[in-house]
């Protein structure tokens, strides 16, 4: 009698279940995250199939021929022009976060331990370049930097140079600059973020157990505030290697980088698979460098203790 | 015990604008005592701590430690080390980091470091804990932790900021007993924040009492419980029957006074007595009544009956109205003779001390 009940009852189990799985919170959990699921598959995994795609592809005048081959990668990766560009690009990038980082932290020290009830309005204030575009606030640097610009009209006038300096623009400094000047706010944000979360508590007890002011920032303020450090080090180091808007306006010819060769392959060199080859390397790389900057801080703030 | 004074506090106010967090405040704590700074929260014990520890400044006044002036002297060249009431764990060390956190700055060689923090842990009784991550702790090792890394010290004043609030009860007893035994031990000044009576009454070699501001007594346990200088400290330490009697009488220390329940008693004229007309308020603890039965007899004895009953385990709470007085009073009765069973409306015969009734001062 039970054996025969239970073989029965076992069919019915099985549908009950199915039935659940249809209104389970799983379920039901994809379907809400379906729509941002698709829009990012299309706009984000798709182009990136494609690129990768056409990085094993050739180009064959005007067509494409797609015969796998890894000619691009040979390409991309030994001609000296490409390994020198991705060189300096990341030359660039390692220079342009570190010194916004490093330029980044005091405002933010700033801010979170002496904001008092304003820290909202230095916040506010710190977003009000991004007001304008990207374009303008690189436009504003060239004014800067210029021949004719306010630099070298203000060092004139003070009598320190004779004749306008043409160091300041259409170089790799100038780059460095604009660059550190426009990614300014995506580091201080991160950092503050990570300083606020630091126990004020713990700085009073560093202080009650002898730490100075320089002693306990050292010992408690900086390695706790390391998670901000390193996600400001990659909000930053990762858009600039690919930045070409900057290299274009400001870098003259030495301030070209491995964005700006991409663009003229998928442009007026028209061959998509090079570009699309030296868009994945670059890519490879970035995280490389990214996963390397990770691990030698955190490593730093190991040994530090 | 030693009667030198290690603390000396006069006159110190702290003011945050028109707010007197603290109001001239004057205390002076002997060097290896347990001193307990008791009251309500915002009562400005907590104020004073930061003071002594240096965390923030008098506005008017003075403290010395051992005999140094400290105005103007920072938390970190202070002789004094904190438990805080959070514990405040740095959370990138582990346990042996953080017990050594301030060993660091003293540049002892390895071995001397390394043999101070392995004692320390010790005294908390958290031998072989020191690998663990600050994180990987429960309230009472991080409790431990705090307290071994201010001891580590070797501090001449180790202050504690409600550093069992956040223990369950079971956990608070125990460390209260440590607490106490590990103070002896060490023979450190400890001077501990709390607002929990039973806690300092546990403890401390004195207690101070505070409120708004102001420190309203200072004395051992015994004292401030059997002895309390007004009303708020009598009600904050506990339950008290408070009487109004009429003064018929005063000479020296003493006043002769004449109450409805309780006839005519000669008591100690407490500290800040004023008189107030001919009456004066006697208070008398709960448990100092004790329930005659059937045919027993004492020598004071007070008649009123049984209006409500409340239940504790232990001990049972009756509530028992007196013709006469203006309010019924509490009596607190250990349940071994059938306290919880007497009934509402039952007549009754107390007993009473007439020591235990003590004139308040307002």
């Not at chain 2, 392995?118 to 991550?133: C, D, H, P, W």
């Not at chain 2, 346990?221 to 059997?226: A, G, V």
Request: aromatic share 8%.
């Amino acid at each position: 009698m039970t054996a025969a009940a239970e073989g029965q009852a076992t069919p019915r189990i099985r549908r009950a279940v199915q039935k659940s799985l249809l209104q389970s919170e799983q379920a039901q959990g994809w379907a809400l995250i379906s729509p941002t699921f698709l829009f990012a598959l299309v706009l984000l995994v798709a182009p990136i199939l494609v690129v990768i795609a056409h990085s094993f592809w050739t180009q064959d005048y005007l067509t494409i021929d797609r015969t796998f081959t890894l000619e691009q990668y040979r390409i991309a990766l030994t001609e000296p022009i490409y390994r020198d560009l991705l060189l300096r690009s990341l030359y660039v990038s390692l220079l342009v976060s570190v010194f916004t980082v490093v330029l980044a932290y005091p405002i933010a020290y700033f801010i979170s331990f002496h904001g008092g009830r304003r820290k909202g309005l230095w916040l506010f204030l710190i977003t009000i370049p991004f007001w304008t575009s990207y374009l303008l606030r690189v436009m504003s640097w060239k004014v800067i930097l210029g021949y004719n610009g306010v630099l070298n009209s203000g060092l004139m006038g003070l009598g320190v140079i004779d004749e306008p300096s043409t160091a300041l623009l259409y170089n790799t400094t100038a780059v460095v600059i604009t660059l550190t000047h426009a990614w300014a706010a995506f580091a201080i944000l991160p950092i503050y973020v990570s300083l606020e979360k630091v126990d004020r508590t713990l700085i009073e007890a560093a202080t009650d157990l002898g730490d100075g002011p320089l002693r306990r920032f050292l010992r408690i303020t900086l390695p706790l505030s390391v998670p901000g450090i390193v996600s400001a080090l990659l909000i930053v180091m990762i858009p600039t290697v690919g930045d070409f808007v900057t290299p274009r306006l400001v870098g003259g010819k030495d301030g070209v980088m491995i964005a700006n060769a991409i663009q003229a392959q998928f442009g007026k060199a028209s061959n998509w698979p090079l570009g699309a080859a030296l868009s994945v390397t670059t890519m490879a790389v970035v995280t490389a460098m990214a996963a390397a900057s990770v691990f030698i801080i955190r490593g730093a703030a190991r040994l530090a203790r | 015990m030693p009667e030198r004074t290690m603390i000396e506090i006069a006159g110190v106010t702290r003011s945050y604008g028109a707010f007197k967090a603290l109001d001239d405040a004057s205390l002076s704590i002997r060097e290896g005592e347990f001193f307990s700074l008791l009251g309500p929260s915002g009562c400005g014990k907590t104020t004073l701590l930061r003071l002594i520890a240096g965390f923030d400044s008098p506005t008017s006044g003075s403290i010395a430690i051992d005999g140094q002036p400290m105005n103007g002297i920072p938390a970190n060249r202070r002789p004094t080390n904190m438990v805080f009431q959070s514990y405040a764990i740095f959370p990138h060390l582990n346990v042996e980091q953080n017990v050594g956190y301030g060993l660091k700055r003293l540049r002892l060689d390895a071995s001397e470091e390394r043999r101070r923090v392995v004692e320390a842990l010790a005294q908390v009784s958290l031998s072989g804990l020191g690998k663990r991550g600050a994180t990987e702790l429960s309230g009472g090792q991080r409790q431990r932790v705090a307290l071994a890394r201010a001891l580590v010290m070797r501090p001449k004043v180790l202050l504690l900021d409600e550093p069992l609030s956040a223990l369950d009860k079971k956990l608070r007893e125990q460390m209260q007993v440590e607490l106490r035994r590990l103070q002896q031990a060490v023979g450190i000044t400890f001077i501990l924040v709390t607002h929990d009576q039973y806690e300092a009454l546990a403890m401390s070699d004195r207690i101070a009492v505070m409120f708004g501001g102001r420190i309203a007594q200072v004395a051992a346990p015994k004292e401030i419980y059997q002895r309390p200088v007004n009303r708020q400290v009598a009600d904050f330490l506990g339950g008290m029957n408070f009487v109004q009697a009429e003064i018929v009488g005063e000479e020296a220390g003493q006043i002769v006074v004449d109450t409805k329940a309780f006839g005519r008693v000669r008591t100690d004229k407490p500290k800040l007595f004023q008189r107030n007309g001919g009456s004066a308020t006697l208070g008398i603890r709960p448990e100092r009544l004790r329930v005659l039965w059937d045919e027993a007899r004492a020598k004071f004895e007070v008649a009123g009956t049984v209006v409500d009953r409340h239940y504790f385990g232990e001990i049972t709470h009756l509530i028992v109205e007196i013709p006469g007085l203006e309010k019924p009073l509490s009596v607190t009765e250990t349940n071994d003779f059938g306290a919880d069973d007497i009934p509402v409306g039952t007549p009754i015969r107390l007993a009473y001390d007439p020591d235990a009734l003590v004139a308040m001062g307002e």
